[in-house]
């Protein structure tokens, strides 16, 4: 039932629209309609099996909390202005840097209040991300301004770092309240039933089940037993014998030596 919940808040996160907003005086919305809209928290999912922002646009009122939700990987939620992407402004927000690694059961967060209908330019300052398109904007004038800003970003050849967390509050949800679905952790892969489990076992990734082949035994023992058992008496019997046998021949030799 989570799981199925999860796939219509993706399908409808992918559409762009703001599904599931989440009412902290007032009903939860789904999906719906309403409106008048006072003090949501709206969640915006930073990273997992590719370094985005989802959405990457969000229109949000004086009073709204923006949930930066943080997926697989290790990044940042840090803004700009509008036209110096991937390097801080000055006095702007700024995240910290906040992984999540395979096995998590709680998502790292960071709550920035909106306290004004300004337009935000923000990106992930990890690594490559900026340059990568991990760019999204708050309260856009247009449709074209997120294009821009990361056809920006793009042409810039390197991130600056935030350097002290500003503008919201680190904390974390549980993970099945998290608004993604983690990447399958990575150490999987080498079994051959992928498609079978995945279906079932695509909420909790929880489990992980050490499947080593332990078969060193049986081939030591079966091969002792060929050892004893094949005719490896009689040439055991030859080695000492020749080798007493050699040792007499030097003791003749040691004759004629002595002689001359
Ligand atoms: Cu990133």
Redesign the pocket.
Known sequence: MLFFASSILLAAVASARPSRILYRDGPIEVGGFKVQAANRIIPVV??GPQ?TFVPNTVKASVGDIIQFQFSN????VTQSAKDAPCKPLEGGIHSGHIPFEDGQTTVGTFNMPVTNADVMFLY????P??Q?G?VMVVNPTDDQQIVDYAKGSQSTTESVDGTTVNGGTVASIPLEAAAFVPAPAEEEPPAGAPPAADPPAADPPAAEAPAAPPAESSAASSAAPADATSAAAPAATSIPGTTTTTITVPAATATPAAAA
């Open positions: 930073v990273g370094d990987g290790n990044h940042t992930c300052a990890t690594g991300h900026c990568e991990q």
